[in-house]
Every structure is written in C-alpha cells, then in structure tokens.
Nanobody, 126 residues
Framework: QVQLVESGGGLVQAGGSLRLSCAAS????????MGWFRQAPGAEREFVSA????????YYADPVKGRFTISRDNAKNMVYLQMSSLKPEDTAVYYC???????????????????WGQGTRVTVTS
C-alpha cells in the first residue's frame, strides 16, 4: 500500500505560480499511475492531471492545459504539479492520487484511484 502526502499549496495572486509536491511512501510509485485532482467548496472532486507509469504520457483537464505541468521522479518517489498563470477559479484543495490497476481504466475518473493524500489548499486571489 502506498501513502501520499501533498505539500506546496498556499495563497497566491492571479497570474502567479505554485509547485505542488506529492511524496509517496510504503511502495515505489514506478508501478502506479499518478494523478492530481481538486475539489472546490461545494463542488465535486475533479480531474486535473495524470501521468502514466512510464512517464511518457501526460493528461490534462481542459481548464488547465497549457498552464499546468505534471511530472514524476520515480527514484525519489515524488510527483509534482507545476501550476502557472493561476486563476481564481483554480482555488481548491488539491489531492494527489495513485492507482496500480491494470487494463483499460479511465485516468480521468476519481473512482479508478485507490490511494489518496490528505490534500493541500490552493487559494488564488484576484
């Protein structure tokens, strides 16, 4: 079982940048697909980005394409989300997630991920 801990959230002005980190322990993440989700107050938890096991494919929700970049360092058991050109609508709690399911899974669905961090809050002011 893998444990995930996010960090790097905070308060930032619109147009600014933040880098979220997700530290994994318990298992090496090399066999896991890693994802980032976010949940704004009163909203459902939504997909933000994912990266596959081989680090060769990345996926982004339309609202963050071109602004966010996901990466992973399997040697350090870390996953990152670089967020730039932040907007007030990016305000949310951001969660790191992991899945080691095989086969045809939907990376965009939170139900496919079995392991979650506690979240880190990002607040973007206008």
């Amino acid at each position: 079982q893998v444990q995930l801990v996010e960090s790097g959230g905070g308060l930032v002005q619109a147009g600014g940048s933040l880098r979220l980190s997700c530290a994994a322990s318990g298992r090496t993440i090399s066999s896991y697909i890693m994802g980032w989700f976010r949940q704004a107050p009163g909203a459902e938890r939504e997909f933000v980005s994912a990266i596959d096991r081989s680090d060769s494919n990345t996926y982004y929700a339309d609202p963050v394409k071109g602004r966010f970049t996901i990466s992973r360092d399997n040697a350090k058991n870390m996953v990152y989300l670089q967020m730039s050109s932040l907007k007030p609508e990016d305000t949310a709690v951001y969660y790191c997630a992991a899945t080691n399911r095989l086969g045809d899974i939907s990376l965009f669905s939170r139900y496919e991920y079995d392991y979650w961090g506690q979240g880190t809050r990002v607040t973007v002011t206008s």
